[in-house]
């Protein structure tokens, strides 16, 4: 990783505070760092806090949820101590966020051409005619057909593939430096979903714009990204390469979801489903909270709460019996 990340989480902790001053840690102590132009996944079970990790980046926490604690760096500066209008400023040129239900974020009584050419001329100070040939040429980067004819289009007009394409427009329309993907091909069908993904990758290939990009799908994480971090309960159990994580995981939270998800490779591969259910975030267990699911499990595991810590070359996990389990089980 190089010595300036563009985005450095320290500690990110996510939570609920209540009226007689409980707190509810939902995220809890999130690190990790995106290098310029690199692409990194976040991938877990429902409910792992991967969505709260992105929003707290783009500044977009539902309302009760808030940052107990830790810092967002972006390019040196602390988003999470930043005003709000300095915040207001960076999203668009700088930061963007492309969410799974793209008609939640388009307005559905703008033409969508309108809707892209907006950002450019708010933030780069394009007068209308020259945003407008700006959207109808982002439309046309990312495929879409007759895109002069569709920019007067409503978004209800389109189709879900086109509609995810309009997002990816709007959001790369300033050619920001980080753009946050939510889930953003898991409402399209599988070839449209690739279609999305490969375009992506080529359009932030293009602008050398780094992502991060939340994902439940082994599959799509492995076509996407270079380095990701798996989240389970609130934490981030290993972070590493992706094909070298792939290839010999060293958390056996990740081992078991690798283990439950089918390989094209290997389609033979018997698939194996990790038992029981995450923990609610209202009742985390005192340990490690994977330890009720996890077959290594030792009584230690049940007692304290393992650190990520370097266990490869580039690479973390959060498991006290790592070097134990997979020195006898390699991949
Ligand atoms: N607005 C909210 N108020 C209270 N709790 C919330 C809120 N949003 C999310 N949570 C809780 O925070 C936890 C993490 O939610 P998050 O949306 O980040 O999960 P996720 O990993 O993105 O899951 P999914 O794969 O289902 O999208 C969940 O247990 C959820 O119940
Ligand atoms: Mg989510």
Known sequence: MSEQPLLSVRGLTLGIRHKNDSVTTIVDGVDFEVAEGERFGIVGES???????????????????EVLSGSIDYRGRDLV???ADGRRRLAGPEIAMIFQEPMTALN?????????????????????EEAHRLAVEMMRRTGIPDPARRAHAYPHELSGGLRQRIMIAMALSCSPKLLLCDEPTTALDVTVQHQVLRLLERLCEDTGTALVFVTHDLGVVNQTCRELAVMYAGGIVERGKVKEVFADPRHPYTKGLL????????????????????PDV???P?????APRCVYAVDHCLEASPPLEPVLPDREAACFESATIFERTPA
């Open 259 to 278: 283990d439950s998800a089918p390989d094209f490779d290997r389609p033979d591969h018997e698939l194996v489903a990790i038992p029981g259910f995450p």
């Open 108 to 128: 559905p009584v703008m033409k969508v051409g309108e809707q892209i050419a907006e950002s450019p001329r708010r933030h780069l100070g394009l007068g209308k």
């Open 47 to 65: 409910g792992s806090g991967k969505s709260l990790t992105l929003r707290a980046i783009a500044n977009l926490l539902p309302r009760g949820v």
């Open 282 to 284: 209202f009742d985390r």
């Open 81 to 83: 101590r930043m005003p």
């Open 286 to 290: 005192a340990g490690c909270a994977f």
